[in-house]
């Protein structure tokens, strides 16, 4: 069975970086896309980015100048780093399998930016 | 970027009833819509990709139609289990965008 499982830091200070890991078991990284979605307090849900099979990437361009979306195969994971925060960016973060539609989520880790 | 907007906000229901969902893309996605379901606490699940594909494991009582701007998402007799919040997505131009949810409750 897919599993996917965020972790990382619950408190961000503001300009410092956010950074997200999704460990994935059951299925390979090398394989279709993953993605990073975020929803805000409010409900406001955000689609972030995505790196493919191959390791390229595609960024949300209101996030481009702060977003890197990077792997390692050897451990299946992928990354999220969000650089110079600020408290807008506290939300729900959450990585997702990409086939077809995003068919499979990890559970969500809530990130407060706040100093 | 395209702007997805759904209606109503909220919805009161009874159980066994039928409802419909309703988004709207600002420009013509073509059939590039899926569904998510989400319930308190939980992360969002897939229910519809591509407009009207139902998703492995998924009700028949949940179907979705629409093409180009206008999309829906129907309930048919409405269970407990359905009170949730539903987002559309669009994945027909970057960046993905989803809509602000409806939010269906009990009468």
């Known amino acids: 069975e897919v599993q996917l499982q965020e972790s990382g830091p619950g408190l961000v200070k503001p300009s410092q970086s956010l950074s997200l890991t999704c460990s994935v078991t059951?299925?390979?990284?090398?394989?279709?896309?993953w993605g990073w979605i975020r929803k805000f307090p409010g409900n406001k849900m955000e689609w972030m980015g995505y790196?493919?099979?191959?390791?390229?990437?595609s960024y949300n361009p209101s996030l481009k100048s702060r977003i890197s979306i990077t792997r390692d195969t050897s451990k299946n994971q992928f990354f999220l780093q969000l650089n110079s925060v600020t408290t807008e960016d506290t939300a729900t973060y959450y990585c997702?399998?990409?086939?077809?539609?995003?068919?499979?989520w990890g559970q969500g880790v809530m990130v407060t930016v706040s100093s | 970027e395209t702007v997805m907007t759904q209606s109503p906000t909220s919805m009161s229901t009874s159980i066994g009833e039928r409802v419909t969902l309703n988004c709207k893309a600002s420009q013509s996605v073509g059939i590039n819509v899926d569904w998510y379901q989400q319930t308190p606490g939980q992360s969002p699940k897939l229910l519809i990709y591509g407009a009207s594909n139902r998703h492995t494991g998924v009700p028949d009582r949940f179907t979705g139609s629409g093409f180009g701007r206008d999309f829906t998402l129907t309930i048919s007799n409405v269970e407990a289990e359905d009170l949730a919040v539903y987002y559309c997505?669009?994945?027909?131009?970057?960046?993905?965008?989803f809509g602000a949810g409806t939010k269906l409750e009990l009468k």
């Open positions: 997505l669009q994945y027909g131009s970057i960046p993905y965008t």
């Open positions: 790196i493919s099979y191959s390791g390229s990437t």
């Open positions: 059951g299925y390979s990284i090398t394989s279709n896309y």
């Open positions: 997702a399998r990409v086939v077809r539609a995003f068919d499979y």
